[in-house]
């Protein structure tokens, strides 16, 4: 059974970098087709799709957060990373890393997710 | 870009069926997938690729996509489906899209 878990700063700076990690236990994260993917949810509201990275490297992100967002893998701790940079209160949100998997992107696996508070 | 439009709440009686929709341009050539999401707690694959169930989602979830419009059937609906429910679809140009979500009330 894959978990997934989230790990990083619960309280950003807003102009900083926002950065989070996602450990994947339960398989390896070079092993099949998977897209590992980063997605969040501002309180109250609907799921927001940031990117997602191949274990080859090669990436996607939603085209609204790309000139910020950076999302990289280390299949030797099993883990890939988020980074989220000039931040502002607009970023508060739950994040959650996932598996997608398949030609069509459906998420299969998530973490628990982790808040994240944009704040001085 | 591309837009799915859910409606924002769904109430139905319990053992009553409930039919979530799932509106996008032309979306019955995309495969859908279907979320549920409790409070506090992280989404979970219900239907995927239009009509496939998970295992362990249980038969009174299924799906059908069609048209402009797709649609989550929840049949004989219990409390514990009381939850958010969103779609989303894979497009070529923007990757990965959700719908807004649809509140489900068993009145």
């Known amino acids: 059974q894959v978990q997934l878990q989230e790990s990083g700063p619960g309280l950003v700076k807003p102009s900083q970098t926002l950065s989070l990690t996602c450990t994947v236990s339960?398989?390896?994260?070079?092993?099949?087709?998977?897209?590992w993917s980063w997605i969040r949810q501002p309180a109250g509201k609907g799921l927001e799709w940031i990117g997602r990275?191949?274990?080859?490297?090669?990436?996607n992100y939603n085209p609204s957060l790309k000139s910020r967002v950076t999302i990289s893998v280390d299949t030797s701790k099993n883990q890939f990373s988020l980074k989220l940079s000039s931040v502002t209160a607009a970023d508060t949100a739950v994040y959650y890393c996932?598996?997608?998997?398949?030609?069509?992107?459906?998420?299969?696996?998530w973490g628990q997710g982790t808040l994240v508070t944009v704040s001085s | 870009s591309y837009v799915l439009t859910q409606p924002p709440s769904v109430s139905v009686a319990p053992g009553q069926t409930a039919r979530i929709t799932c509106g996008g341009n032309n979306i019955g050539s995309k495969s859908v997938h279907w979320y549920q999401q409790k409070p506090g707690q992280a989404p979970v694959l219900v239907v995927y690729d239009d009509s496939d169930r998970p295992s362990g989602i249980p038969e009174r979830f299924s799906g059908s996509n069609s048209g402009n419009t797709a649609t989550l059937t929840i049949s004989r609906v219990e409390a514990g489906d009381e939850a958010d429910y969103y779609c989303q679809v894979w497009d070529s140009s923007i990757y990965v899209v959700f719908g807004g979500g649809t509140k489900l009330t068993v009145l």
């Open positions: 996932a598996r997608a998997g398949g030609g069509t992107a459906m998420v299969d696996y």
């Open positions: 990275i191949y274990t080859s490297g090669s990436t």
């Open positions: 339960g398989g390896s994260i070079s092993s099949g087709s998977y897209y």
